[in-house]
């Protein structure tokens, strides 16, 4: 008899664990990443703007460089109006009082010094004790002050010197404030917070707008316009590249088609054109197109990118279509019978495609880098318009005060070229164009 | 090919691409339309034929161009616009040295911080050190180059109030504390970029036929590294160098603005900026004069380095 044991199929060989490759898992995980980030990073850019109700344009003076917040309620003062001064002679029981204290004015009124002419006005930040001086405010004849002066919501000392006519100190007066939050009137109404002829009640609350990021240097929200800086930064880096590679996949793979004489100048002009200064065709383009020193030009941007950038993937195209037409199918193609177009629509270009695809996610962050620098230079994109370069160029001039406007656009830029830099790694892996990792 | 017969070749083609760079500029500028005077003071029609006739803008263009160039030959760039009296050539030779001895200094910073952390990742590949290199280097390239500068001023002053005196200069030019932190500011993403084609030039030279022989020979792994791949590697690596050196350049605007060094870069911004024509063009035509001249000289080396390269032609050759 034969033994059972060798009809029966051959035990499968052990799989261990470990030969599942490391760089594979790794190369797997890039690809999800990248793809996520840039899958969140185009619905934010496209649809932010939409969603978020803010507008990038609007100044809430009231509320300079602010961080994050939810919704604040602020009171609000009339600036038309006078504080509400108590009748002289002051009465009370100390010398001086405080009748209105807001982040739009502090208003103070002190007993009348029968000696003394003059009062002289100086301010300081509390808690910082003897290392800040006073800051002097104003002088004045009458026994009360308003302040308007940069006003926030940390705590501050007022002192009042009495001076007669030599000048001499003839009293002081020391007071501790904490203004409380508040919008103008005239602000509220202008921004919409409030209908125009609407007064509301004395001690109301109006409620200020979301800004979960914090506002600029000039109150707008820095949310929005991150968003929509994003769509000037994405458009510029993803379309400028786009149609370099169309440009020069075209000029390319012409010049290795026909070959010969003519591949030789194409490839002359193309070295030629690389030579030429991008910064220089720029600011001609800019010129040449009417915008002057202070405004926003993207078109000039993209065109000097397209017009000096094409003959990067022009070689190439060029190079790989070369390296193609040798090979035994486009011989036997064109025994076939088929021509030059058709060689180059469905033989060659599905080839070089994952070559472009590869090109096209390193170009990509190069262009957001150079649309950011121009930005930053002032050659690009100009306030009040928005970009993520331009919005780090603001950023830059209050870094050591306010970081997180420096912070926020650069974060933003460095997430979006780190994606794509991720994607090419990953492409190009895929697609065996190098050495595996 | 001879080795005399391709730097010939690549010389010859270096001299007409520095001509064809100021014919481009010469055509640009005068294609634009306005005018090159027109500045905000008012200007008498005398004084205005007065500056035509200095500026040679009376003249029909052809004679223009031939003025152009000749000046050029002789060195002359012009004198600025914005400024009076202050010719080009002098911008040039006070401010050049300052980028230069920058760009030299973060270029060293660049070769060799990529030749440390390229090898040290391809002799450890795979393990705990190549991937936080990798992923280091992914994070250098990330980060725009302007934002690094800031960053690196914040943590400086950061730092010194930290230590409690200046110890480092903020910003500023003279000495040589002042160089060394722009110098790293400016190098980092060439370091970076050059760090990962070392590393991935390592891995493909480890899959040569001479490493097997080598190794069939008997000698050691350190050794292989060393003598035979390292050697192999670094040619894609001097190859870049070229390109590097124009990332340098022009990434040197940036630094110097932000760190107040007083570079050329610095200098022609501004002139971008206040629509300078005569420096514009004399910068942008000794700028590309002077990366032409770099990429020859690293052509030529390769050349000479590498005479497979010579028989390839420039062309074709350097690339993968």
Known sequence: MIPESTLSPAPAPAVSPDMTSKPARFGQWRLRLSAALLALLLFAVTFGAWLWPQDPAVQWLSAVNQGPSLGREVAWVDHSREPAWQPTPFAGEADIAVIEASTERVALQWRRDSAAQLYRISRRPAGDGESTGWMPLGTTQVPRFV??????????????????????????????????????????????????????????????????????????????????????????????????????????????????????????????????????????????????????????????????????????????????????????????????????????????????????????????????????????????????????????????????????????????????????????????????? | MSLWRYILGRLLTGVVTVWFIATATFVAMHAVPGDPLATDKAMSPELRAKLEAQYGLDQPLWQQYQRYIGAMLDGDFGVSFTQANRSVNDIIAEHFPVSASLGIASLLFAFFGALLTGLAAAWWRGRWPDTTIMIAVIAAISVPGFVLAALAQLAIVRFNAVWGSSLIPVAGWGTLSHIWIPAMVLGLGTMAYLSRLLRSSMIETGDAEYVLTARARGLGPWRIFWSHRLRNALLPVVTELGPAVAALTTGGFVVELVFGIPGMGRYFVQAVQQLDYTVIMGLTVFYGSFLVLVVLIVDISYGWIDPRIRIAGPGSGGGR
Request: glycine share 8%; with cysteine.
């Open chain 1, 147 to 437: 302040d308007r002066l940069q006003l926030d919501t940390t705590v501050v000392e007022y002192r009042v010197q009495s001076m007669n006519d030599d000048r001499r100190e003839t009293g002081v007066m020391q007071l501790t404030v904490q203004p409380q939050r508040a919008i103008s009137l005239f602000e509220a109404r202008l921004n919409g917070l409030i209908d125009a002829e609407q007064s509301p009640a004395p001690q109301a609350r109006l409620t200020l707008p979301a800004h979960p990021l914090g506002t600029d240097a000039l109150g707008r929200d820095l949310l929005a316009r991150l968003l929509q800086g994003g769509q000037s930064s994405l458009l510029v880096g993803v379309s400028a590249p786009l149609l370099c590679m169309i440009l020069g996949t075209l000029w390319g793979g012409i010049a290795a088609l026909a070959g010969g004489r003519v591949d030789d100048w194409m490839m002359r002009v193309a070295d030629f054109v690389i030579a030429l200064p991008f910064l220089l065709f720029m600011i001609l383009f800019r010129i040449a197109m009417g915008v002057g020193p202070g405004e926003s030009g993207l078109l000039p941007m993209v065109l000097a990118m397209v017009l000096l950038g094409w003959p990067g993937p022009a070689r190439l195209v060029r190079g790989q279509v070369l390296s193609l037409r040798t090979q035994p199918f486009v011989e036997a193609a064109t025994l076939s019978g088929a021509n030059k177009l058709w060689l180059l629509r469905v033989h060659l270009l599905p080839n070089v495609l994952p070559l472009l695809l590869v090109a096209l996610s390193f170009a990509i962050p190069q262009a957001i880098f150079t649309e950011a620098f121009l930005s930053f230079i002032g050659m690009g994109v100009v306030a009040p318009t928005a970009s993520w370069g331009s919005l780090c160029n603001e950023g830059v001039k209050t870094m050591l005060t306010e970081p997180a406007q420096l912070l926020w656009p650069a974060l933003l830029i460095s997430i979006t070229v780190l994606a794509f830099n991720l994607l090419g790694d990953s492409l190009r892996d895929r697609m065996g164009l190098t050495t595996r990792d």
